[in-house]
T-cell receptor
Framework: SAVISQKPSRDICQRGTSLTIQCQVD?????MFWYRQQPGQSLTLIAT?????????ESGFVIDKFPISRPNLTFSTLTVSNMSPEDSSIYLC??????????FGPGTRLTVL | GENVEQHPSTLSVQEGDSAVIKCTYS??????FPWYKQELGKRPQLIID?????GEKKDQRIAVTLNKTAKHFSLHITETQPEDSAVYFC????????????FGSGTRLQVQP
């Protein structure tokens, strides 16, 4: 399976600031997804990121708060904007393919003070 | 949209016993059901998956069963070992890697030595 990396692995940020999380894959993939995992909770989909088109956001998530870029088939970024302590979570990217299952990146642990 | 319910939320078994985790889903169009294991501080790792054209799938000590009529699927772990201790998530999707996953709430499995 593909190797997925995320940067940063963790960060501590001040409220009101923004953080951009990078997801890099070592092969070309069509589908990329961004999930949020709040402390002790399950995974919730933020958006689906397809190369060459706007990201598709799930209910409760908006582009102004979580802008996503997908400039090519191996890379995506998620920005968490105007952060508040409620944004403290693990953010994970995942990849999917037509006949394959989904695999997750190592995650970015974000703490907002 | 899809809704996945998972039970129990916590499960404690003695080493060598079996463990069963159950999930129900709401969307009859869902046709792909993976199970992920997440150890503390790590990414979710796929352990087994099943597609809707199959009723049961086994991989060594792990098995998954699917009842499409009742819209539920279960994870069975036999001969549990302490290293099986983790949080397990079920998920459902309409089309393998093409679409995002809807996750259950998770089951914390503790295997007592």
């Amino acid at each position: 399976s593909a190797v997925i990396s995320q940067k940063p692995s963790r960060d501590i940020c001040q409220r009101g600031t923004s953080l951009t999380i990078q997801c890099q894959v070592d092969s070309q993939v069509t589908m990329m997804f961004w999930y949020r995992q709040q402390p002790g909770q399950s995974l919730t989909l933020i958006a689906t990121a397809n190369q060459g088109s706007e990201a598709t956001y799930e209910s409760g998530f908006v582009i102004d708060k979580f802008p996503i870029s997908r400039p090519n088939l191996t890379f995506s970024t998620l920005t968490v904007s105007n952060m508040s302590p409620e944004d403290s979570s693990i953010y994970l990217c995942s990849i999917g393919a037509v006949t394959d299952t989904q695999y997750f990146g190592p995650g970015t642990r974000l703490t907002v003070l | 949209g899809e809704n996945v319910e998972q039970h129990p939320s916590t499960l404690s078994v003695q080493e060598g016993d079996s463990a069963v985790i159950k999930c129900t889903y709401s969307d009859s169009a869902s046709n792909y059901f993976p199970w992920y294991k997440q150890e503390l501080g790590k990414r979710p790792q796929l352990i087994i998956d099943i597609r809707s054209n199959v009723g049961e799938k086994k991989d060594q000590r792990i098995a998954v069963t699917l009842n499409k009529t009742a819209k539920h699927f279960s994870l069975h772990i036999t001969e549990t070992q302490p290293e099986d201790s983790a949080v397990y998530f079920c998920a459902a999707s309409r089309d393998t890697g093409r679409r995002a996953l809807t996750f259950g709430s998770g089951t914390r499995l503790q295997v007592q030595p």
